[in-house]
Each structure stands twice: as structure tokens, then as C-alpha cells.
T-cell receptor
Framework: EAQVTQNPRYLITVTGKKLTVTCSQN?????MSWYRQDPGLGLRQIYY???????DKGDVPEGYKVSRKEKRNFPLILESPSPNQTSLYFC???????????FGPGTRLTVL | AQSVTQLGSHVSVSEGALVLLRCNYS??????LFWYVQYPNQGLQLLLK??????LVKGINGFEAEFKKSETSFHLTKPSAHMSDAAEYFC????????????FGKGTMLLVSP
């Protein structure tokens, strides 16, 4: 089954404790992206990647890192999480032809 | 820079009534346009998309949208609402061609009453 998977689905952590949210897709998509969703703000892009070893900032990159060492994986790293990073995070991958994005199920992160 | 405006953070309809969710965009070039739906505690699912060609686009679950260049709009409609349509709906825009970022609107929550 074609899909985007994220782990963990739920995470509660404390300020300053480094964490990684994994994202993997099995559709051989070159384009991958991370979003955060906050009430009333919609989805805002954090980082995106057009291919292996090619990443770029989105609209809200501060406090986040990403890497793209393999085509299928695009982990999101929070080196020192803060409470304002409490949010719902989505990973997505895209068909390059028409930009249709396929979304993972989301990761709900709470930073205390 | 692109932007998307969804009019109304909440829209309420009765079951069987027409659904109309509004989306206006700002783009310097003819864009690609998308509607996504998010059911509670789930990810986003594509409803329909416009890239080129016919401006009236039909999607899943009986939804359709019409690209109106002169009005810079891409409103989503469904003739008869069902209880299962209750969800949050997002309009999104991208530049044409591949590898372009999606810019999302803030979303519209559709409430359906019996």
C-alpha cells in the first residue's frame, strides 16, 4: 500500500530534550515536506526537500532541523524543543508532475 | 508570493443542503489548485485538484470545484450535504510545474446538522 508513515504518533516531552520524528514514504517520491498545523493558522511549511541531500527552509524553520540521506526518509529534528513547538506535525511527499502531496497521519507533539 | 484566503472559519449546513466553501488565491502565474479534507484525528486527504484543462473539476465524495481565473477563486461545492462530510477543509495553491511548494489556507470547519 502506498503510504507515508510517521513515528511516533503522539509524543509528550520536556523543554530542551532533543527529539526526532521519523517520516518514511514508499512511493519513490523525490519531494518531501514537513508542516505544522495550529488552530486558526492552517498548515505552515517547516522544511522541504527536493531530493537526497537537498533541503530548504519553508515558512517557519526556526528551531527545527531536517536531513535527507535516503530518498524514502525525511526525519524532523528538534534539538532543544520549547513549548511553542507544541503542535500537530505532518510529513508529506509529492508527485513532481502536479505537486499533489500525500500526507502522513500526523504526530501530535506536546512540549512541557 | 502566493496566498490563499478561505472565507469563514466555520460553515454550518443542514443535512441535504448545498455545501459551498469559498477559496480565493493570489498568484502571479496561473496556479495549480487543491482542496484537501481532514477528518478528526486523521491526516489530510486530497478531494480534488486543478492543474490545466477543464475548469470544473470533480472530486471524491460528490464534491466539485470550479477554477475562475477572472475571480481568482476555486470554491468547493457539493449539492447535498451528508453527516459524514463534517470535517475541516483546506484550499491550497502552488506554482505550476513540479517541485513547487503548497501554500495552504487557514481551513474551514464544515458542520452538518441533522
Amino acid at each position: 500500500e502506498a503510504q507515508v508513515t510517521q513515528n511516533p504518533r503522539y509524543l509528550i516531552t520536556v523543554t530542551g530534550k532533543k527529539l526526532t520524528v521519523t517520516c518514511s514514504q514508499n512511493m519513490n517520491h523525490e519531494y518531501m515536506s514537513w508542516y505544522r498545523q495550529d488552530p486558526g493558522l492552517g498548515l505552515r511549511q517547516i522544511y522541504y526537500s527536493m531530493n537526497v541531500e537537498v533541503t530548504d527552509k519553508g515558512d517557519v524553520p526556526e528551531g527545527y532541523k531536517v536531513s535527507r540521506k535516503e530518498k524514502r526518509n525525511f526525519p524532523l529534528i528538534l534539538e532543544s524543543p520549547s513549548p511553542n513547538q507544541t503542535s500537530l506535525y505532518f510529513c508529506a511527499s509529492s508527485i513532481p508532475l502536479d505537486n499533489e502531496q500525500f500526507f502522513g497521519p500526523g504526530t501530535r507533539l506536546t512540549v512541557l | 508570493a502566493q496566498s490563499v484566503t478561505q472565507l469563514g472559519s466555520h460553515v454550518s449546513v443542514s443535512e441535504g443542503a448545498l455545501v459551498l466553501l469559498r477559496c480565493n488565491y493570489s498568484s502571479s502565474v496561473p496556479p495549480y489548485l487543491f482542496w484537501y479534507v481532514q477528518y478528526p484525528n486523521q491526516g489530510l486527504q486530497l478531494l480534488l485538484k486543478y492543474t490545466t484543462g477543464a475548469t470544473l473539476v470533480k472530486g471524491i465524495n460528490g464534491f466539485e470545484a470550479e477554477f475562475k481565473k477572472s475571480e481568482t477563486s476555486f470554491h468547493l461545492t457539493k449539492p447535498s450535504a451528508h453527516m459524514s462530510d463534517a470535517a475541516e477543509y483546506f484550499c491550497a495553491v502552488s506554482d505550476p510545474g513540479g517541485y513547487s511548494t503548497l501554500t495552504f489556507g487557514k481551513g474551514t470547519m464544515l458542520l452538518v446538522s441533522p
